[in-house]
Nanobody, 124 residues
Framework: QVQLVESGGGLVQAGNSLVLSCAAS????????IGWFRQAQNKEREFVAV????????YYGDPVKGRFIMSRDSARNTVHLQMSSLKPEDTAVYFC?????????????????WGQGTQITVSS
C-alpha cells in the first residue's frame, strides 16, 4: 500500500511562486495516476491537476491553468506541483492522491490513496 506525504506548503504573498512535492513510500508512483486537489475552509475538495501514469501527460483545472505545472521525478518517487502567480483564492489545504483508475480522475473519490495535506496561504 502506497503512502503519500505532501510538503512545501507555507505562507506566500500574492504573485509569488511555490513548489509542492508529493513523496511516496511503499509503492512506485509511476504505477498510478497522481492528482492534486485542494480544499479551502468550508468548501468541498476541488480538482487542481492530474498526471498520467506513463508519458507524463497532464491536465489542469480551469482556476490554475497556465499558472501551475505538474511533473514527475521518477528517480525520487515524487511528484511536484509548481505554482506561480499565486492568488489569495489559491489558499487551501493541498492534497495529493494516487489512483489506479483511468477515467473520471477529476473526481476525488476515484483516488485510493491520499496524503495528509499541506496548507498554502496566499496573502494579498
Amino acid at each position: 500500500q502506497v503512502q503519500l506525504v505532501e510538503s512545501g506548503g507555507g505562507l506566500v504573498q500574492a504573485g509569488n511562486s511555490l513548489v509542492l512535492s508529493c513523496a511516496a513510500s511503499g509503492g512506485y508512483l509511476d504505477k498510478y495516476f497522481i492528482g492534486w486537489f485542494r480544499q479551502a475552509q468550508n468548501k468541498e475538495r476541488e480538482f487542481v491537476a492530474v498526471i498520467a501514469r506513463s508519458g507524463g501527460a497532464t491536465y489542469y483545472g480551469d482556476p490554475v491553468k497556465g499558472r501551475f505545472i505538474m511533473s514527475r521525478d521518477s528517480a525520487r518517487n515524487t511528484v511536484h506541483l509548481q505554482m506561480s502567480s499565486l492568488k489569495p483564492e489559491d489558499t487551501a489545504v493541498y492534497f495529493c492522491g494516487a489512483s489506479t483508475a483511468e477515467t473520471s480522475l477529476l473526481v476525488a473519490r476515484r483516488y485510493e490513496y491520499w496524503g495528509q495535506g499541506t496548507q498554502i496561504t496566499v496573502s494579498s
